[in-house]
């Protein structure tokens, strides 16, 4: 299949493995760039530049296919060594950066004369116009759906995506609540150039995470995510777990004057824990409700070789046969 997308990244399929905190390590963006998608390292998740600057070398060793790093810009006090990560991506040849949290106007001029493409994720359509404004390649326009922060707006992908194709010119992937072909041809029919998918790749073969988060997102439904830290105007969806009840019911008993520091135990330094360590009820972490549509664990390959097919059988098959009748 070719989109802009495909052509912008030098890609053989029009699918985005997201970044993801202590998932999108080296195996899993060469994975993902193995089997003609674009797999993307999770910049933050490695402790300084020079890590990253290794896990770049790492990915390079398992792919030669093109492959991209994530920033996230965070609101925290202890800014990440931003300059650093830049660089690290930059020397390291990498030439396509995903961006995500806040405005990354600040960084593209070093990241264009280096000739990365940047794709921007963003959860409303004004924001997606002020990536397009200030110089972003592409869009990520992530739906309400989706896991991990989709912003405040609430405003779910079946109306996001049409509403990105009225305004944008630049191109867009659908992102949140991605899982098969049916969701790539609908992505594609809203105006999508592709598809980004985060909870679907965890539950892969490659994903380098502890067995018990692919089973967690093997026996979640549709209904088993909460949002979480909506007070703090830091809203994230994740899959519930007694950790993440507690948290809801502080947010409860304490209101409007909850503070991050009442949370504390529920969300810092989870990640590792439930990533690594299989700890299943160790905190609140990002999943979407995609988890619904998720029923097996396949390889990169499989999964990505499956959608396309089936995609081709929905395009040729089904929708031209109602044309057909
Ligand atoms: C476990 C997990 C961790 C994530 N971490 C990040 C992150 O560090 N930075 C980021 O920009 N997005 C992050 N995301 C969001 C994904 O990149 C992607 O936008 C999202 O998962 C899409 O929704 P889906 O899960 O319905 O496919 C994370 C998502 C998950 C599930």
Same mark, same amino acid.
């Given at each position: 299949?070719?989109?802009?997308?495909?052509?912008?990244?030098?890609?053989?399929?029009?699918?985005?493995?997201?970044?993801?905190?202590?998932?999108?390590?080296?195996?899993?963006?060469? #994975?993902?760039?193995?089997?003609?998608?674009?797999?993307?390292?999770?910049?933050?998740?490695?402790? /300084?530049?020079?890590?990253?600057?290794?896990?770049?070398?790492?990915? !390079?060793?398992?792919?030669?296919?093109?492959?991209?790093?994530?920033?996230?810009?965070?609101?925290?006090?202890?800014?990440?060594?931003?300059?650093?990560?830049?660089?690290?991506?930059?020397?390291?040849?990498?030439?396509?950066?995903? /961006?995500?949290?806040?405005?990354? #106007?600040?960084?593209?001029?070093?990241?264009?004369?280096?000739?990365?493409?940047? @794709? %921007?994720?963003? /959860?409303?359509? +004004?924001?997606?116009?002020?990536?397009?404004?200030?110089?972003?390649?592409?869009?990520?326009?992530?739906?309400?759906?989706?896991?991990? %922060?989709?912003?405040?707006?609430?405003? &779910?992908?079946?109306?996001?995506?049409?509403?990105?194709?009225?305004?944008?010119? =630049?191109?867009?992937?659908?992102?949140?609540?991605?899982?098969?072909?049916?969701?790539?041809?609908?992505?594609?029919?809203?105006?999508?150039?592709?598809?980004?998918?985060?909870?679907?790749? =965890?539950?892969? !073969?490659?994903?380098?995470?502890?067995?018990?988060?692919?089973?967690?997102?093997?026996?979640?439904?549709?209904?088993?995510?909460?949002?979480?830290? +909506?007070?703090?105007?830091?809203?994230? +969806?994740?899959?519930?777990?007694?950790?993440?009840? +507690?948290?809801?019911?502080?947010?409860? #008993?304490?209101? &409007?004057?909850?503070?991050?520091?009442?949370?504390?135990?529920?969300?810092?330094?989870?990640?590792?824990?439930?990533?690594?360590?299989?700890?299943?009820?160790?905190?609140?972490?990002?999943?979407?409700?995609?988890?619904?549509? @998720?029923?097996?664990?396949?390889?990169?390959?499989?999964?990505?070789?499956?959608?396309?097919?089936?995609?081709? !059988?929905?395009?040729?098959?089904?929708?031209?046969?109602?044309?057909?009748?």
């Amino acid at each position: 299949m070719k989109t802009r997308i495909t052509e912008l990244f030098g890609i053989e399929h029009p699918i985005i493995q997201g970044g993801m905190h202590f998932v999108g390590f080296a195996e899993m963006a060469a #994975a993902v760039s193995n089997a003609g998608g674009l797999g993307i390292i999770t910049g933050l998740t490695q402790r /300084t530049p020079d890590d990253l600057a290794k896990e770049i070398a790492r990915c !390079r060793e398992m792919t030669d296919k093109p492959f991209g790093v994530n920033l996230t810009f965070l609101p925290s006090v202890n800014q990440p060594d931003y300059p650093g990560y830049v660089k690290a991506i930059v020397d390291g040849g990498v030439k396509a950066v995903e /961006t995500a949290g806040n405005n990354p #106007a600040k960084w593209l001029p070093g990241l264009k004369e280096a000739g990365i493409k940047v @794709i %921007h994720k963003c /959860t409303s359509v +004004r924001h997606s116009l002020k990536a397009e404004a200030i110089g972003c390649d592409a869009v990520s326009v992530d739906g309400f759906e989706c896991g991990g %922060h989709p912003g405040e707006d609430d405003v &779910p992908n079946f109306i996001l995506l049409p509403r990105a194709a009225e305004e944008l010119k =630049i191109p867009f992937v659908a992102s949140g609540g991605m899982a098969d072909a049916r969701s790539l041809v609908a992505a594609l029919a809203m105006g999508a150039e592709g598809m980004n998918m985060g909870t679907r790749f =965890i539950a892969t !073969r490659e994903a380098p995470v502890h067995e018990n988060v692919k089973l967690a997102i093997v026996a979640a439904s549709e209904l088993d995510t909460r949002l979480v830290m +909506r007070p703090l105007r830091n809203t994230e +969806r994740v899959l519930t777990n007694a950790a993440v009840e +507690r948290l809801l019911e502080k947010e409860k #008993a304490l209101g &409007p004057n909850i503070k991050f520091e009442d949370i504390i135990e529920e969300v810092a330094g989870v990640y590792p824990r439930i990533m690594m360590d299989g700890e299943m009820e160790a905190g609140a972490w990002s999943c979407g409700m995609v988890a619904g549509l @998720i029923h097996d664990i396949p390889t990169c390959k499989e999964l990505i070789d499956g959608i396309m097919s089936e995609a081709e !059988r929905i395009i040729r098959g089904r929708l031209e046969g109602f044309l057909a009748a």
